[in-house]
């Protein structure tokens, strides 16, 4: 009877204790946000009754303490607690050991070596010792000159063989260094993934089932990089969104299937709170805690602590919407190397309208204006593009969604079909005295041409000064009937132009301000031009 109660107790402990579960798992999905990345990892696993901690090892040591989730299509097992451990497990890595065996096997014939030099030293020692004729040993010249020809000739072999043996210790202790090196960057590789998830969990009977592995992870992120390709003018271009892809996590990301996303996965749960947004030279916003911080072009660090890895420098990018999502639908390998990856995410064939732009004053010249409707629905950020036309490379732009208006304008590079210039009429710019007031007049002459043999329209802007002083008064004399903006003071031609024909745009505006503030129109709009001072 003792017995039985003995063995029913032995029984009862061990359900009492968590059994461990090594898990297999494989990475299934990556999410890849602007910064950071969620991963999917899924595989099966049996779950015997009652309680068991499952441990899925492998997991990169950038992982968020915070998010890790575990979900089972069998609802009858239940999480109970999760949590992170070390565990770096490069030796049982069939690479690291056939490094770490090719180590100690150089290891062994640098031993073996030293063993033999050390046995020369001593042959060396000995043959020194007896070198010495004792001073009662009689003995004649040619024995003389026959022992020190021997002593010679042992001394000298041993010598060289100690020097080439040196020599064979140094070329295997730099293979030796090579063979580390290489070792340490799989151990290092390894340190990249060498944490481990372990999962309470409660099951009401012995099961099988397949399970979905969670977590956030840092050291990973996407930027957007663009290619526009315009043909002749045709009413559609092809847009090609691209993505550069950064992963040093410690996991390669193996023909998975990946989603580029926006929108930060680190944000907290917590009800926000809006406060004063203030514009001006120095933006600021309050945060919660009501502390005031400023921001100027700097990406604000992750709140949580665990995400603060090594990363690459990062960009500030706008952004439209921020639920915007990519899903891929060619499956990639991105490895863990610490490299941008480009990939294709979309492509688009999208209308679009040209235009002919000149700003003379800036550059002289014309370009070819590219105007895309609709862009927003297309989920673009600031990023480079690489623009194209007929198929010849132009060269790299910045595209900026910055802009205001739904429709966006690429430069699609220099239009040779028109010639435009700009000069000031010197023979009508005059300055005068009106009372206690200095007025100048500014006159300036844009020359557009033509140079096809068809009819062609090209849009002309300038500009007249903006006055931000309430001394300084702005008169138009004669805009040539531009479209003015008031508030920025730009001034907009539509030029038409017949074959090869050349028009010309005269205007002219005053600038008056106080005698006392003559200092304001000294030398405006003087061409200046830096040169190297020699003498």
Not at 258 to 282: F, H, Q, R, S, V
């Amino acid at each position: 009877m003792k017995k039985i109660i003995l063995l029913i107790f032995v029984l009862w402990t061990v359900n009492l204790t968590a059994q461990e579960i090594e898990v297999k798992h494989q990475i299934d999905k990556v999410t890849v946000y602007l910064s950071g990345a969620e991963i999917v990892r899924s595989g099966q696993v049996q779950v015997p009754q009652g309680k068991s901690t499952l441990v899925f090892a492998g997991i990169s040591s950038s992982i968020a303490k915070n998010g890790i989730h575990l979900v089972f299509d069998n609802k009858n097992i239940k999480v109970l607690e999760i949590g992170l451990n070390d565990k770096i497990e490069y030796e049982n890595d069939d690479e690291w050991k056939r490094k770490n065996a090719k180590r100690l096997s150089l290891d062994n014939q640098i031993d073996i070596i030293k063993l033999k030099i050390n046995s020369f030293k001593k042959q060396l020692s000995f043959l020194e010792k007896n070198m010495t004729i004792n001073g009662n040993t009689i003995a004649s010249i040619t024995q003389l000159d026959s022992r020190a020809n021997y002593f010679q000739k042992k001394i000298e072999s041993n010598q060289k063989k100690i020097y080439n043996l040196k020599k064979e210790i140094k070329q295997l202790k730099e293979k030796k260094e090579k063979v580390e090196l290489k070792i340490r960057k799989i151990e290092a590789k390894f340190a990249l993934k060498s944490k481990t998830i372990n999962v309470l969990v409660q099951s009401k009977q012995a099961l099988t089932t397949h399970f979905d592995l969670k977590y956030i992870v840092a050291n990973a992120s996407w930027k957007p990089y663009y290619s526009i390709n315009a043909i002749d003018k045709n009413e559609k271009i092809d847009f090609d969104y691209q993505a550069k892809i950064y992963n040093n996590t410690g996991n390669d990301w193996k023909n998975k299937a990946l989603t580029l996303a926006i929108i930060n996965p680190n944000d907290n749960i917590e009800l926000p709170k809006m406060n004063a947004w203030t514009i001006g030279e120095d933006s600021r916003y309050m945060d919660n805690e009501g502390r005031l911080n400023n921001y100027k072009g700097k990406a604000l660090s992750t709140q949580n602590t665990e995400m603060n890895y090594d990363k690459p420098e990062l960009d500030v990018i706008k952004v439209d919407d921020i639920n915007t999502k990519f899903v891929i639908k060619t499956l990639h390998y991105i490895p863990s190397d610490a490299k941008p990856h480009l990939i294709d995410v979309k492509k688009y064939k999208t209308s679009v309208k040209y235009f002919s732009l000149s700003i003379p004053k800036i550059k002289k010249g014309a370009y070819l204006v590219a105007r895309i409707p609709h862009w927003r629905q297309m989920g673009l950020m600031d990023a480079d593009i690489n623009l194209y036309y007929n198929n010849a490379f132009q060269g790299v732009s910045r595209l900026d969604t910055g802009q205001m208006s739904d429709t966006l304008n690429v430069s699609l590079g220099k239009d040779m079909s028109f010639t435009v210039t700009r000069r000031k009429l010197k023979s009508k710019n005059k300055a005068k005295m009106i009372g206690f007031n200095v007025v100048k007049e500014l006159t300036y002459e844009i020359v557009v041409t033509n140079n096809r043999k068809e009819n062609q329209s090209i849009e002309v802007r300038d500009q007249i000064p903006v006055a931000s002083d309430n001394d300084v008064k702005i008169e138009a004399v004669d805009l040539a009937n531009a479209s003015l903006h008031k508030s920025s003071g730009r001034l907009t031609w539509k030029v038409d132009l017949a074959p090869y024909q050349t028009k010309k745009i005269v205007f002219s505006f005053n600038i008056k301000v106080p005698k006392n503030k003559s200092y304001l129109i000294d030398g405006i709009d003087d061409t200046k031009i830096m040169s190297p001072r020699f003498f």
